[in-house]
């Protein structure tokens, strides 16, 4: 079950890379390859600061990429 509005997350985008972001379990994740950040999503409000993000192996990222559909 998704956890943030469709809506909303139309309109979010990475602050890195300025790429959209994909929700996966308990976090949105950039579609962008070469930064591959992971924001948290905590109590239904995504954390999207950087300094508490996770860069993603490239492995990571592609799983979530195919989890959702984005490969």
């Known amino acids: 079950m998704p956890k943030i509005d469709t809506q909303l997350l139309q309109i979010l985008v ?5 790429s959209t972001l994909v929700e996966y379990n308990d976090t949105l994740v950039s579609t962008d390859k070469v930064m591959r950040r992971s924001y948290s999503i905590v109590e239904g409000i995504p954390d999207l600061m950087i300094e508490h993000s ?16 984005r490969t």
Do not use: H, I, N, T
């Not at 990475?14 to 300025?18: E, F, G, I, T, V």
């Not at 996770?54 to 559909?69: H, K, T």
């Open 14 to 18: 990475c602050p890195l890379s300025k």
């Open 54 to 69: 996770r860069e993603l192996s490239v492995g990571e990222w592609d799983q979530v990429m195919q989890a959702v559909g």
